[in-house]
């Protein structure tokens, strides 16, 4: 069920928004027990809103397009008297103070929020199994993994759990559950949404979006939720466009470029093949497209995975069992109380992260790791610069490989670090990002394609994807 669709649909009077709501939350009972998209639910709450929203429209009042409209939210979003636990065991009892500011714009425009996803503790991961409350399963085929880290929220929109979801992206955890669950996904440009209220991972590659049924939706949300904020120092201060209504601008004569070192080494045949398609495809509709070359790429999981786990490790000091987190009782000293509280509260990958982080900024290696990754980090940024002097867009793979198995990667961290390589360097780099879904392969999963554009260019992001969406029959 798309936003538009059931926008009219309550514009129309054929269904109220409590009959609705109610639905959906039928619809999550009957099916959730075997996907586990939700940690959280908030029933009464989102009913009490439908109830006012059904009123309002009674009274003919004109609400937004996003009026009684089911979202679901990853569980490291902020929402003011919900649980917020960013699956993790130090933070199971914590309870949001306030709303992000995602939230906020989103529930003026009485969007009704069904409940809180699952995903990697504190976002760590790509497959959701490093949750501390169990692993998402892929809608698609549910020997899967839903992809991650906001594994419960595209697995959410996969199954019709919710219209449209939010989740985070540091370095892939929107586009690549998107490509694995085949829905739609975006990472807006660093600095378009505002990140207060989000449970920072790593501060200088953190952004919120969407996910949706079809690229319009995806366009209502990000218009919403885009744009200046005061609370978020790194949100940039220029106009938002109008999106939605963007979509149908002119693609033809667009210049797309296909990074060579994307199309190589580790991409799966049966990815590579549809992907191919749709760059046919592509072509068909008019638009000219070349190879180039991202030069920096063989190094960007490396400088991705000192730099993030440097942050990470900084930012999760304040879950200590006294400013944050659940505290283990009976420590005698500050010490014990500390290394006890965080023992206990954090899983093996979020200790690894921490230990990682801590290591690569440790005087001695700080020059060798962080500082180079720094720098390397730059070269990545500027090969997006210069090819963006030749091309407007550029296409990739999501993901190297169709989703994996359970159990298949949780094992050896370096191949999960690994299934990341075509969407760190957009985090790297600052720019967007939007998983498109293009079909199936084997075992009905799903493969998507990747659009990358310049920095604040959503709109030419979501336009070619718009197109090519119409182009593949699939809205
Ligand atoms: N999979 C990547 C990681 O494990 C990205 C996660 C994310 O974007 N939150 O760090």
């Known amino acids: 069920m798309t936003i538009k669709k059931l926008a009219e649909l309550y514009r129309n009077k054929k269904i109220s928004v409590v009959e609705s709501i109610t639905g959906f939350y039928n619809r999550i009972k009957e099916k959730d027990g075997s996907i586990h998209a939700f940690l959280s639910l908030n029933e009464a709450e989102a009913l009490r809103q439908a109830k006012s929203i059904d009123r309002r429209i009674a009274e003919g009042e004109d609400l937004s397009i996003l009026a009684g409209i089911p979202l679901a939210i990853k569980d490291n979003i902020c929402q003011e008297g919900t649980k917020t636990t960013c699956a993790s065991r130090i933070l199971e009892s914590f309870t949001s103070p306030y709303d992000a500011t995602v939230i906020t714009r989103l529930r003026e425009k009485d969007a009704v929020f069904l409940g809180k996803t699952n995903l990697d503790e504190f976002a760590f991961g790509s497959s959701t199994e490093n949750s501390a409350f169990g692993t998402t399963r892929n809608p698609a085929n549910p020997d899967y993994v839903p992809g991650g880290s906001s594994g419960g929220s595209a697995a959410a929109v996969a199954a019709d759990f919710a219209c449209a979801a939010l989740g985070s992206d540091t370095g892939g955890s929107i586009r690549q559950p998107a490509s694995f669950c085949g829905v739609v996904g975006l990472k807006p440009t660093y600095g378009r949404v505002s990140r207060y209220g989000l449970v920072a991972f790593a501060s200088s590659l953190d952004q919120i979006g969407p996910f949706a049924g079809t690229v319009e939706d995806a366009a209502i949300i990000l218009k919403e939720i885009a744009g200046f904020d005061p609370a978020d120092s790194t949100c940039v201060e220029i106009p938002v466009p109008d999106y939605p209504a963007l979509l149908s601008g002119p ?48 190094y960007a999981i490396a400088v991705y995975y000192i730099l993030a786990t440097a ?16 505290r283990k009782a009976g420590a005698r000293t500050m010490r014990q109380l500390y290394e006890e509280s965080r023992d206990e509260g954090f899983g093996r990958e979020t200790k690894r992260r921490i230990i990682l982080g801590t290591f690569v900024l440790s005087s001695g290696y700080y020059e060798a790791y962080y500082r180079k990754a720094q720098k390397v980090r730059t070269l990545v940024r500027r090969d997006f610069e210069a090819a963006f002097k030749e091309v407007d867009l550029i296409l990739t793979p999501t993901s190297p490989t169709p989703p994996f198995k359970i159990g298949e990667k949780v094992i050896d961290p370096l191949q999960m670090y690994l299934s990341d390589i075509f969407t760190v360097s957009a985090n790297l780099a600052g720019i967007p990002g939007l998983n498109l879904p293009v079909g199936c392969v084997r075992d009905n999963l799903p493969v998507g394609l990747q659009i990358l554009g310049p920095a604040f260019a959503e709109e030419r992001v979501l336009c070619l994807a718009h197109h090519l969406e119409k182009e593949l029959g699939l809205s």
Not at 271 to 280: F, P, S
Not at 311 to 326: C, I, K, M, Q, W
Request: charged share 30%; no cysteine.
């Open 251 to 298: 693609v033809s004569g667009l210049k797309v470029g296909l990074p060579r070192e994307y199309f190589g080494e580790g991409l799966e045949n049966d990815v590579a093949g549809k992907i191919d398609e749709v760059i046919k495809m592509a072509e068909k509709l008019g638009l000219k497209i070349r190879e180039i070359s991202l030069p920096h790429t063989t």
């Open 311 to 326: 942050e990470a490790s900084a930012n999760l000091a304040r879950f200590d069992g006294v400013r944050y987190g659940r």
